[in-house]
């Protein structure tokens, strides 16, 4: 537990130290936040409360993308020689990989609750328990996410394939999730891919409790893209919320097993990518 707890408080401090990162990242999120909420209220014609719908997709997809993408810094960490320095110590991999994946969640998910605060100040409204459960969601959220993040990166065993694969990955998965474009508006031919998205389900129980839809039938639920309807069969946000766990589960367990008897030598970084 010590060594999770250190790769964890190390992370930790290096993202708040790294001003920059953390800059750009609230200032794209708080700009994204705005675009979307605003200007493409249009999208949202005949949604309840378009513009907390839309600060809803948001916040779940700034964790998404900041779990993903901060898998980079265990590249980063290979390449600076610091991997090299906790493998060759009396410890085990499982652990490594555990604090990697628990201190990429944890930076994802400050992320998202600087977000929500945000957030406050243009029309959303929460309370304690509420926030509670936005942020159990955003946790589940991070962990799901950082986990297929370093498997990826493991996988890839280049920083440029790496980044390659979370772009192709990114933009996909993001706009077939409903947090930008309602579902219900999307084309039917898109369907089976939105339906095998897990950021479909994350989306739609972050949205369900954001909006708190507790009292809607399923019926108003899939009118308003929180529900699903695949040929009878209704996936409630809560059925979503099980298949996400599902997926965080065999992707954390992929990875720690993918960690533990990687070679990290044969990974390169490129050098056109500064850290």
């Given at each position: 537990m010590?060594v999770i707890?250190a790769?964890l408080?190390r ?7 790294d001003?920059v ?5 609230v200032?794209?999120s708080?700009?994204f ?5 605003f200007v493409m209220?249009?999208?949202?014609a005949g ?5 907390n719908?839309?600060?809803s997709g948001?916040i779940?997809m ?6 993903l993408?901060?898998s980079?810094?265990?590249?980063e ?14 410890i085990?991999?499982?652990q ?7 201190s990429?969640?944890v930076?994802?998910?400050l ?10 100040f243009?029309?959303?409204s929460?309370d304690?328990?509420?926030f509670?459960?936005l942020t159990?969601i955003?946790?589940l959220?991070?962990?799901?996410f950082?986990?297929m993040?370093?498997y ?5 065993k ?7 694969i979370i772009?192709?990955?990114?933009m996909?998965?993001?706009?077939l999730s409903?947090?930008?474009i309602?579902?219900t508006?999307m084309p039917?031919f898109?369907?089976?891919?939105i339906y095998?998205?897990p ?6 129980i972050y949205?369900y409790?954001?909006?708190r839809m507790?009292?809607y039938?399923?019926?108003m639920l ?10 009878g069969f209704?996936?409630t946000?809560?059925?979503g ?5 599902i997926i965080?589960?065999?992707?954390f ?6 960690f533990?008897k990687?070679?990290?030598?044969k990974?390169?970084v490129?050098?056109d990518?500064m850290?």
């Open positions: 010590r707890n790769i408080i992370n930790l401090t290096n993202f708040i130290r001003r990162r953390l800059f750009f990242t200032f794209m708080v700009v936040l705005f675009i979307f909420s209220k249009s999208s949202t949604i309840t409360n378009p513009t719908y839309l600060i948001i779940i700034t964790v998404f993308q900041a779990a993408n901060n980079m810094l265990t590249i960490d290979i390449s600076s020689g610091f991997m090299k320095e906790i493998l060759v110590a009396p085990s991999r499982y490594i990989s555990m604090g990697q994946i628990l990429s969640a930076v994802a998910v992320q998202g609750i600087i977000i929500l605060i945000l957030s406050l243009i029309g959303l929460t304690i328990l509420q509670l459960k159990g955003m946790i959220v991070g962990i799901t950082s986990s993040g370093l990826l990166a493991i996988l890839s280049n920083s440029t394939n790496f980044q390659l772009a192709v990955i990114t996909p998965l993001t706009f409903g947090a930008y309602p579902t508006i039917s898109l369907l089976p891919i095998l998205n950021l479909t389900y994350t989306t739609s949205r409790i954001t909006l507790e009292q039938s399923n019926a899939i009118k308003e893209g929180v529900a699903f309807n695949i040929h209704i996936i946000p809560y059925l919320l099980i298949i996400v766990l965080g589960i065999l992707f367990t992929l990875c720690v097993n993918q533990n990687a070679d990290f030598s990974v390169k490129s050098k990518i850290f």
